[in-house]
């Protein structure tokens, strides 16, 4: 676990800046072959690879700016040096040239065209998935008077606080699905053992959500029975995920009436929360907290179902 934590942290810088690593990895790629390599013209094809990348990662729209780039910095070559042929422009070496241009440039408009309407397809997955989650937790949480929606508001900060905390997709993703499923999750581990393996591609957003929202719920069905006012919380080994969910959930648990105390305003929750800053609950979460309670769109208890 330890090894693999700056693996995913490198995935994560390398995928969020993906267009200036790109650009800097082809340039050195392309200086790298005319410095090196003598038979310049053989390794035109070497340019193919970095083109379906581009196209996979980046759409159709980078990977046609990528092609027109490396098309130009190829063709200035030619100009000042040539390319195992004379330097200039002329009918041959526009001959030789011209047709790999434009194939290259094609291969990653097709690439890319291709990926997005893999991702299109993935998104429309991943949307009916989510929704169908809402409906399940309002069903479930329709028995109970003072529930309903519960999961669904404190789904939408614990992913509001995420995006606050700079997280990364991917994490938000994870905390949105396991504040939804927070509620059973942790009182039937059956829940758990289904969304661990329900899915197998781990390529797949769907999936990776649902393992991801596997690992939080679990790990919160035992929070308060690690923090408490002998320990600082920063020093505990619990993900940042599971102390953004229980920030959430103390807050949304709050704003709701129960048997024995009436609903906290908005604001008197938050102060409560905030007094456990430190001891019961991540400072970090809580700051965000702060900043997320003032959007309107973010914490209204009312909000109702919301399918993207």
């Known amino acids: 676990m330890a090894q693999s934590r700056p693996l995913e942290r490198a995935k ?28 310049k013209f053989a390794f035109l094809s070497f340019y193919y690879l970095p083109m379906i990348l581009a196209g996979f990662y980046g759409g159709r729209r980078f990977a046609v700016m990528a ?10 070559y030619q100009y000042v040096q040539g390319l195992d042929m004379l330097p200039g422009f002329y009918p041959d070496a526009l001959l030789a040239l011209g047709p790999w241009a434009g194939f290259l440039i094609l291969t990653g408009y097709v690439v890319g065209g291709l990926a997005e309407q893999r991702e299109a397809r993935l998104a429309e ?18 028995a ?28 938000v993703e994870n905390l949105r699905v396991a504040a939804l499923l927070h509620e059973v999750g942790t009182r039937d581990h059956r829940l758990l053992r289904l969304l661990s393996r329900s899915v197998t591609g ?15 719920i679990g790990e919160y069905g035992h929070y308060y029975e690690i923090v408490g ?47 456990g800053a430190g001891k019961t609950f991540a400072k970090d979460a809580v700051r965000a907290l702060r900043s997320v309670a003032g959007r309107p769109e973010a914490a209204a208890p009312e909000a109702g179902l919301r399918v993207v």
């Open 67 to 76: 092609g027109v780039f490396v098309v130009s910095l190829i063709f200035f």
């Open 12 to 39: 994560v810088f390398f995928f969020r800046h993906f267009e200036r690593v790109f650009v800097l990895l082809l340039v050195l790629a392309m200086v790298a072959i005319h410095a090196l390599v003598e038979q």
């Open 202 to 216: 781990s390529s797949v957003g769907v999936a990776r959500a649902m393992r991801g929202a596997a690992e939080i």
């Open 229 to 275: 006012e002998d320990w600082d919380i920063e020093a505990l080994p619990l993900p940042v995920t599971v102390k953004i969910l229980a920030v959430a959930d103390a807050f949304e648990t709050l704003q709701m009436a129960t048997p024995v105390r009436p609903a906290f305003p908005k604001w008197t929750a938050l102060e409560e929360v905030e007094k």
């Open 125 to 142: 997955v991943k949307n009916a998935y989510m929704a169908t989650l809402e409906l399940l937790t309002y069903h479930i949480e329709s």
């Open 144 to 171: 109970e008077r003072n529930q309903q929606g519960h999961s669904n508001r404190v789904a939408e900060v614990a992913a509001a606080i995420g995006r606050e905390l700079k997280l990364a997709e991917v994490d």
